[in-house]
């Protein structure tokens, strides 16, 4: 079992910066592939971010490239993710997930993430 907890969210102009973390309880973190999802009002969930247990491998959606980083220190049981030049079409609430997984894969799909976390609201405003 993974319990997941987000924190960084907030309200930040066009341009701007944010960091949001993702903190994990439970033994399986460091086995876990984990990723960040984002959900608009009326829109579906949508992959952000991923990366492997290891941290060797990442992925991102096009729509992130070049302005977001995801990271984790499995030391700390913590993931992050760094956006960078944000615009206000990325408003929405970003949720941490989190699979067991030891390959070197990353799922871009909602069904393959059994643990989720509440979810922390981003604002970009204009």
């Known amino acids: 079992q993974v319990q997941l907890v987000e924190s960084g969210g907030g309200l930040v102009q066009a341009g701007g910066s944010l960091r949001l973390s993702c903190t994990a309880s439970?033994?399986?973190?460091?086995?876990?592939?984990m990723a960040w999802f984002r959900q608009a009002p009326g829109k579906e969930r949508e992959f952000v971010a991923g990366i492997t247990w290891s941290g060797g491998s990442t992925n991102y959606a096009d729509f992130v490239k070049g302005r977001f980083t995801i990271s984790r220190v499995n030391a700390k049981n913590t993931v992050y993710l760094q956006m960078n030049s944000l615009k206000p079409e990325d408003t929405a609430v970003y949720l941490c997930?989190?699979?067991?997984?030891?390959?070197?894969?990353?799922?871009?799909?909602?069904?393959?993430?059994?643990?989720w976390g509440q979810g922390t609201q981003v604002t970009v405003s204009s």
């Open positions: 439970g033994r399986t973190f460091r086995n876990s592939a």
């Open positions: 997930a989190a699979r067991s997984d030891y390959r070197d894969f990353i799922s871009l799909n909602t069904y393959a993430y059994p643990y």
